[in-house]
C-alpha cells in the first residue's frame, strides 16, 4: 500500500528473506568465532614454534577469507537487498532509527576486511606480534559488529522502552530487553560454530594426527563455552519475550516441535564435543565432524527461524505489522478504505491501481478517491478481483495462494463465504498471531469474495459429510 | 504506550547536508574499485589471450589485485546504499520492487563473479599450463556478469528518478497489483547513455590506475613495462573521453528532461555541468602532453588527482540532477524533508570513524615496514579443503 508489494509464487516474498539471513548467519557466526580461533591459535603457534601448526593455520585462513569475505559479506549485503524489497516500511522504519548504529558497524566492517586481507596476504612478511595483533583487531573488531547488529536485529523483537514516545530515542531502541540475551547467545553461537567448521576442515585438510588431537583438545573449551552461552542466552531470549511472542511459541505447533528440536541438537552437539574433542580428541575423523557441523548448523538454522517466526503478527513488535502497515494506521483504513490507504498526504499504490484498472468506483466528485460502496454493484468477477489487490497486499506477506507457504487456500477447505467475512473482520481474534483486519466492511466482502473463489470444497469421504 | 504515528516516520536522524555528504563520498569511493572491475576485467582477460608479452603482464598484475579491488569496491558500495535508503527510500523502494528479480540477481551474480576472478586469478599463478580453459571461462564470466550487474544498477537507479514510468510498469509487471519484479527500465531513453557512459568513466580510472601500478607496485617489471604503461595508459585515457563525452553528450542533450536541463544551464550549475563534461579530457591530455617523458611520481600522483576529480564532479553532478529528477516525489524537494539531529549516535559513529581511520593508518603503516613491495598475490589457489 505505502509501497508496491513483490508476489513471490509459492513462498512469498519475507520467505526470502528468511533463506538468505539463515544462510547468512551461518557464515558470519563463523566469520566472528573463527577470527577469535585465528589471533589466539597463531598466538599459540607463534609462542610453541609450531611451523607445522602454523601452517595449517595459514591454510585455514585462506578457507576463512574465502568463505567469510566473498559469501559471507554479500549474503550481508543480500540481506538489505531482500529486506527493502520484502518488508520497505519495516526497512525504512529502522533505517531511520539506527543509520549511525549500521555506519558505526560499517567502520568495524571495513576494519574486519582489511585486517583480514592483511592477516592472510602478509603471513610471514609481518613481524610475530603484529601479525597476531592484526589478527585480534579482526577479531575484536568482528566481535563488535555482532553487537552493533545484535542491537538492531534484537529491536525487532521487542523494542522496549523506544515504543514509548517520552523515551523514544537510538539508545533505547538498541539497548531493548532483547539485545543482551541475544548478544549472548549469538557469541555463544559464533565460538560453537566455528570451533564446528574448524574441525571440519582440519579433519579433512591435515594427515597428521598430532595436529589433529591439538585442534581438537584446543577447540573443544571455547567450542563446549559457545553451547552454554547458547542456552544462557536463549534463556534469557525466552525470558524477555513480549507476552505474544510467548504464546505464539507455545500456541503453533510446528514451532512447539522446532522449539524442542533446538534443545535436542544442542544437547547432542554438546555431548558430541563431550565425547568428542573433550574428552577423545582423536575421534576427529571427517565423519564425526561433518555430523558435528550438521548438527551443529540444523540448530542454529532452527533457531533463526523461530526467531523471525515469533514476531508474528508484527516485522518490528508493536510498531510494523508483517503486511507493512502501522498500528496506528489500522482505524484510520478501516474508516478510509485498506486500498485507499491512510496517509493523508499522497496516492497509494493501491489506489492509484484501482484508479486505473476499476475508474468505475472512484468517486465522481473526486477522482482519487475510491468509493468501496461501489465495490458491491460490480459484478461478481470484478469483486473477486479486487478481493485479489486486497489479498496481495494484505495476506500475501504470509501466506501462498493455492499452494506453498501457508497456503491460504489450504486452510480454507470447505469454508462458506460467510465464514470467510466472519473471519476476516475478526482476524486478529481468533488468532491472536494475525494482523487486524484494516479495511473497509466492502473490502471485507469482496476479500471474502475472493477466498470463496480459490477455497477448495470440503474433502470428500468425511465422515459426517 | 501509543505505537508509532502512521503520519509521523521517525524523521531523518541527521541534517540533510550530511546525508548528502556521505552519500556522495561513499559513491565516489565506491566508483574507484568498481569502475577497474567494471572494465578492467573485461580487458584483462581479452588481452590475456590476444595482448602481446607486455600487455599479458598488464592483465596478470590487474587481475591479480583484482580480488582485493573488488573486495574494496563491494565494501565501499554499502555506503551511498545506506544513505539512499535512509533520504530516498519513497524513491528507491518503489523502483527496486519493481525490478525486484533483477535487484536480487545482483546479488545472485556478484557471489560466482568474485569467485570467478579468484579461479582465474588461480591459473595465472600456478605457473605454466595452469590457465585450464575453467579457469578462463570464469574470468570471462566473471567480466560478463560485472558489466550485467552494471546494466542492472543503472536500471535501478534510473528507475528510482524516473517516478512517471512506475504505474505503467506495475501494469505490465503485476498479478492484482502487486508487483512481479520482472520489469526493468529499459523504456527510458536515459538508461542507455547512463550505462554507457560509466563505462567511460570506467576507462578513465583504469587508465590512472595502470600509471599508479607502474610507478609504485610494478618496480620488478623494468622501464620497458613502464614505458608500454604509459603508453596503455594514454589510449585508455583518450578512449574514455571520447566515450564519455560521446555518451555524455547523448545523456545530456538527449535525455535531460527541461527542468533539469534548465537547472543544470542556470549559473551557478552551469559552471559544475561543464565542468564536469571538460574534466574527463584531464587526464589523457596530461598523459598526451608528458608522452615523451619518463613515467614518474609527479606524474602518475598528477595523473590520479586529476581522474579523482572527474569521478567527484561526476559523483557530485549526479547528485544534483537526482534530487531535481525527484522532485516529483518528494515534494517540494527531498531536501525538505523533516529532520531531527541524533547528535548522540551521530557523535558515537564518526569518533568511531575517526578511530578507525587511525587503525587502518596503523595497519598500513605496518604493510610499509613489511617490505617495499606488498605481496598483493595472496590466496590465489584454492582453499585447502
Redesign the interface.
Known amino acids: 500500500m505505502h509501497?508496491?508489494?513483490?508476489?513471490?509464487p509459492v513462498i512469498t516474498?519475507p520467505m526470502?528473506i528468511a533463506a538468505?539471513s539463515i544462510v547468512h548467519v551461518l557464515v558470519s557466526h563463523y566469520a566472528v568465532g573463527g577470527g577469535l580461533f585465528l589471533a589466539v591459535e597463531t598466538a599459540h603457534a607463534y609462542r610453541t614454534k609450531d611451523r607445522e601448526y602454523l601452517a595449517y593455520l595459514k591454510?585455514?585462513t585462506?578457507?576463512f577469507?574465502?568463505?567469510t569475505?566473498?559469501?559471507g559479506?554479500?549474503?550481508g549485503?543480500?540481506i538489505?537487498?531482500?529486506i527493502?524489497?520484502a518488508s520497505?516500511l519495516a526497512?525504512?522504519?529502522l533505517?531511520?532509527?539506527f543509520?549511525?548504529?549500521?555506519?558505526?558497524e560499517?567502520?568495524?566492517?571495513?576494519?574486519e576486511?582489511?585486517?583480514a586481507?592483511?592477516f592472510?596476504?602478509?603471513w610471514g612478511?609481518?613481524p610475530e606480534k603484529?601479525h597476531v595483533a592484526?589478527g585480534w583487531?579482526y577479531a575484536v573488531a568482528a566481535w563488535i559488529s555482532l553487537v552493533l547488529i545484535t542491537g538492531i536485529t534484537s529491536f525487532m523483537l521487542h523494542p522496549g522502552a523506544w515504543?514509548?514516545?517520552a523515551t523514544r530515542?537510538?539508545?533505547s531502541g538498541f539497548f531493548n530487553p532483547q539485545f543482551l540475551p541475544q548478544t549472548v547467545a549469538r557469541t555463544g553461537g559464533a565460538l560453537l560454530l566455528s570451533s564446528l567448521y574448524v574441525y571440519?576442515?582440519a579433519s579433512?585438510?591435515l594427515k597428521e594426527q598430532r595436529l589433529r588431537d591439538l585442534i581438537a583438545a584446543r577447540s573443544a573449551r571455547p567450542a563446549l563455552l559457545g553451547a552454554l552461552l547458547i542456552l544462557a542466552g536463549g534463556a534469557g531470549w525466552y525470558s524477555f519475550m513480549p507476552e505474544s511472542a510467548k504464546a505464539a511459541l507455545a500456541a503453533a505447533a510446528v514451532l512447539n516441535v522446532l522449539a524442542a528440536l533446538i534443545f535436542v541438537l544442542t544437547g547432542v552437539v554438546f555431548v558430541l564435543l563431550y565425547l568428542g574433542p573433550y574428552r577423545n580428541p582423536g575421534w576427529l575423523s571427517p565423519g564425526f565432524a561433518g555430523a558435528l557441523v550438521l548438527f551443529g548448523v540444523a540448530a542454529f538454522s532452527t533457531g533463526e527461524f523461530i526467531r523471525e517466526a515469533v514476531r508474528k503478527p508484527y516485522v518490528i513488535y508493536?510498531?510494523?505489522f508483517g503486511n507493512q502497515?502501522?498500528?496506528?494506521?489500522v482505524a484510520?483504513l478501516r474508516s478510509r478504505g485498506y486500498l485507499e490507504g491512510?496517509?493523508?498526504?499522497g496516492r497509494s499504490?493501491?489506489n492509484?491501481?484501482?484508479a486505473?484498472?476499476f475508474p468505475q468506483v472512484m468517486d465522481p466528485a473526486n477522482p482519487t478517491r475510491i468509493d468501496e460502496k461501489k465495490f458491491l454493484d460490480l459484478p461478481r468477477s470484478e469483486q473477486i478481483?479486487i478481493g485479489?489487490?486486497l489479498?496481495?497486499?494484505h495476506c500475501?506477506d504470509c501466506h501462498a495462494v493455492h499452494w506453498g507457504y501457508s497456503a491460504v487456500a489450504m486452510m480454507l477447505y470447505g469454508r462458506t463465504e460467510d465464514m470467510h467475512l466472519d473471519m476476516i473482520e475478526n482476524l486478529d481474534r481468533a488468532p491472536f498471531f494475525m494482523p487486524p483486519w484494516a479495511g473497509t466492511r466492502e473490502e471485507a466482502k469482496v476479500l471474502a469474495a475472493y477466498l470463496a473463489s480459490i477455497s477448495p470444497p470440503r474433502p470428500g469421504g468425511m465422515v459426517p459429510q | 504506550m501509543p505505537p508509532l504515528d502512521a503520519t509521523q516516520l521517525p524523521a531523518l536522524p541527521a541534517p540533510f547536508w550530511f546525508i548528502q555528504f556521505f552519500k556522495v563520498l561513499g559513491f565516489l569511493l565506491h566508483m574507484v574499485p568498481m569502475n577497474l572491475w567494471y572494465v578492467g576485467v573485461p580487458l584483462a582477460v581479452t588481452l590475456y589471450v590476444f595482448g602481446g608479452e607486455r600487455a599479458r603482464r598488464w592483465s596478470e598484475r590487474l587481475m591479480v589485485q583484482m580480488p582485493i579491488i573488488v573486495a574494496a569496491g563491494i565494501n565501499l558500495g554499502i555506503v551511498p546504499l545506506l544513505f539512499l535508503q535512509l533520504a530516498y527510500a519513497k524513491a528507491f523502494y518503489p523502483a527496486t520492487i519493481l525490478m525486484a528479480w533483477f535487484w536480487l540477481a545482483v546479488i545472485g551474480m556478484l557471489i560466482p563473479a568474485y569467485y570467478g576472478v579468484y579461479i582465474y586469478v588461480s591459473g595465472m599463478r600456478d605457473g605454466a599450463g595452469s590457465m585450464t580453459v575453467w579457469r578462463r571461462a570464469a574470468g570471462w564470466c566473471s567480466a560478463v556478469m560485472f558489466l550485467v550487474i552494471g546494466f542492472i544498477f543503472a536500471n535501478a537507479m534510473s528507475l528510482t528518478t524516473n517516478a512517471a514510468a512506475w504505474p505503467d510498469l506495475l501494469d505490465r509487471h503485476s498479478v492484482a497489483g502487486a508487483a512481479t519484479g520482472t520489469a526493468l527500465n529499459v523504456a527510458d531513453p536515459s538508461l542507455w547513455p547512463r550505462w554507457l557512459l560509466m563505462l567511460g568513466l570506467a576507462l578513465l580510472t583504469t587508465a590512472a590506475w595502470t600509471v599508479l601500478d607502474a610507478v609504485w607496485l610494478a618496480g620488478k617489471e623494468g622501464g620497458a613495462y613502464q614505458r608500454w604503461a604509459q603508453s596503455w595508459a594514454l589510449r585508455l585515457a583518450l578512449a574514455g573521453a571520447v566515450w564519455s563525452t560521446v555518451t555524455g553528450a547523448w545523456y545530456l542533450f538527449g535525455t535531460w528532461r527541461p527542468t533539469v536541463f534548465k537547472e543544470m544551464f542556470a549559473f551557478p550549475a552551469v559552471i559544475l555541468t561543464v565542468l564536469t563534461a571538460v574534466s574527463c579530457w584531464g587526464p589523457g591530455a596530461l598523459l598526451w602532453a608528458t608522452r615523451r617523458k619518463a613515467l614518474n611520481w609527479t606524474l602518475a600522483g598528477s595523473v590520479v588527482g586529476l581522474q579523482a576529480g572527474v569521478l567527484a564532479l561526476n559523483a557530485i553532478s549526479r547528485q544534483i540532477v537526482q534530487n531535481i529528477e525527484l522532485r516529483d516525489v518528494f515534494q517540494p524537494s527531498v531536501a525538505a524533508q523533516p529532520t531531527a539531529p541524533d547528535w548522540g549516535p551521530m557523535a558515537l559513529f564518526l569518533i568511531v570513524f575517526l578511530a578507525g581511520v587511525g587503525v587502518l593508518i596503523w595497519l598500513f603503516a605496518q604493510l610499509a615496514k613489511a617490505g617495499p613491495e606488498p605481496s598483493l598475490d595472496g590466496p590465489a589457489e584454492p582453499p585447502a579443503a
Open positions: 509501497y508496491p508489494w513483490w508476489y513471490v516474498a526470502l538468505v591454510g585455514h585462506k578457507f577469507v574465502w568463505l569475505v566473498v559469501f559479506a554479500i549474503t549485503v543480500g538489505w537487498w531482500t527493502g524489497l520497505p526497512t525504512e522504519v533505517i531511520r532509527t543509520v549511525f548504529g549500521w555506519a558505526t560499517y567502520v568495524f566492517f571495513v576494519l576486511i582489511t585486517a586481507f592483511i592472510l596476504y602478509y612478511r609481518l603484529t592484526v583487531i515504543l514509548d514516545p530515542s537510538f539508545w571440519l576442515h579433512i585438510a508493536n510498531v510494523v502497515i502501522l498500528p496506528n494506521e484510520e491512510a496517509r493523508p498526504e499504490w493501491t492509484a491501481y484501482i486505473r484498472h478481483k485479489e489487490v489479498f496481495q497486499y500475501n
